[in-house]
């Protein structure tokens, strides 16, 4: 879970801000902040966009789902089939997760974040694997990143598709996605109350 809070008064705030268009970044993201450093992850990318907003985030030291690595590549997305319903489509160590932002009208921030992946038994894990340490051709090459971004949308809607047939309340999804609550209101008023 991830808590919001502004650093100069002390209280949970919402510091969500989405463009309506799909916006892509690859590679590594670097700011005057961290000029020092070679690569953020990809909290250090959002807590640094807070920061310079006077917002400062807290984790709980309960639960280590946050990875260091750089993600390969990154797609923003609204969705087309959920009113208000963000996405955040990522290759993150060779391997697919999608970041599901759905509005609730309780809690400061009025936003849940899910993160879904591919279950162990999913043989697509593999295939991006496979296609990270595959060395083609010059033509197959200069096509990568295109062809890596086209995969990633085509099994973020096949994962979509999955979360959506899933039972949030419950916390019941089919075999083939792992979902992990990353922030949920109930769970932040319920900690803070």
């Known amino acids: 879970s991830l808590y919001?809070?502004?650093?100069?008064s002390g209280q949970t705030?919402?510091?969500?801000?989405f463009a309506v268009q799909n916006n892509t970044v690859k590679g590594k993201i670097t700011t005057a902040a961290?000029?020092?450093?070679?690569?953020?992850?990809?909290d250090e990318q959002f807590e640094d966009f807070l920061a310079g907003l006077g917002v400062e985030m807290e984790r709980p030291e309960d639960r280590q789902?946050?990875?260091?690595a750089i993600p390969e590549v990154s797609i923003f997305q609204a969705s087309r089939d959920h009113y208000g319903v963000f996405y955040r489509l990522d290759i993150v160590e060779r391997r697919p997760e999608l970041r599901v932002m759905v509005p609730v009208d309780k809690g400061n921030v009025k936003?849940?974040?899910f993160l879904v992946r591919l279950s162990s038994r999913t043989p697509l894990n593999g295939c991006f694997n496979e296609l990270a340490l595959y060395e083609g051709s010059a033509a197959y090459e200069h096509g990568r990143d295109a062809n890596l971004q086209h995969m990633l949308y085509a099994v973020a809607e096949?994962?979509?598709?999955?979360?959506?047939?899933?039972?949030?309340q419950y916390m019941s999804f089919p075999p083939e996605i792992e979902v992990y609550p990353l922030l949920v209101q109930d769970e932040i008023q319920t900690r803070h109350h």
């Open 111 to 113: 936003m849940d974040i």
């Open 65 to 68: 789902l946050n990875s260091d």
């Open 34 to 42: 961290r000029m020092g450093e070679d690569s953020m992850n990809i």
């Open 13 to 17: 705030i919402s510091a969500f801000h």
């Open 4 to 8: 919001i809070k502004d650093i100069l």
């Open 158 to 168: 096949m994962m979509k598709q999955l979360f959506w047939s899933g039972d949030l």
